[in-house]
């Protein structure tokens, strides 16, 4: 799962979008007073949904379609793909415009920024003024991810060059998102 999913499955309290998102910013144990309790229990739970997401079948067979030409990275481009197939359907997801769900999101997010941990509140400007979230929606935003994904990490993998793969498997991609993607929700709640 990538940022707009991990919002997306989060409760709706800012610590709880905070911990969600933070996810990816924070590594090592949430030992008693790093943060505070709601956001530490968003970033358990961030860290369950990845854990329940690399355990689904539909998502091991969704990163098989990518394993021939990316192997080890089919997992984080598998993330960002996820998000772009939430993104096209996701009043059929969030039953609401995916618009006013980032607006909300981001006016949450804009009233605690004091407590996003530094990493993410190092990203978190960039995420809001570039639109990251309402770009997964289209081909160049899912692109521009992969770009800069591929900058962040050490040996700059090409992860941009699995952007063919959403034409040409689009069909059988999309198809396991949206058997996996239920699963996810419910496991969420």
């Known amino acids: ?31 008693e007073g790093r943060f505070p309790p709601a956001i530490a229990e968003g970033i358990a739970k961030h860290r369950r949904i990845d854990a329940f997401t690399d355990s689904h079948p ?12 990316h192997g080890h990275w089919s997992r984080v481009i598998a993330d ?27 006016a949450t997010l804009d009233q605690h920024l004091d407590l996003l941990p530094e990493r993410l509140r190092a990203v978190y400007p960039f995420m809001r003024r570039e639109g990251w979230l309402l770009g997964y929606r289209e081909r160049e935003g899912i692109e521009l991810a992969l770009r800069g994904l591929s900058r962040r990490i050490a ?11 959403l034409d040409d498997a689009r069909g059988e991609l999309e198809r396991r998102f949206r058997a996996f993607f239920p699963d996810v929700m419910s496991f969420a709640k």
């Open 58 to 69: 539909d998502v091991a067979a969704f990163r098989r379609v990518l394993i021939p030409e």
């Open 1 to 31: 799962m990538n940022y707009l999913a991990h919002l997306f499955l989060a409760g709706d309290s800012a610590e709880s979008l905070i911990g969600n998102l933070a996810g990816d910013f924070v590594k090592g144990p949430l030992h």
């Open 155 to 165: 040996r700059h993998p090409p992860l941009y060059e699995a952007m063919h793969l």
């Open 80 to 106: 960002v793909f996820f998000d772009h197939f939430l993104a096209c359907g996701f009043e059929e997801w969030g039953r609401e415009p995916l618009e006013t769900f980032v607006a909300r999101v981001h």
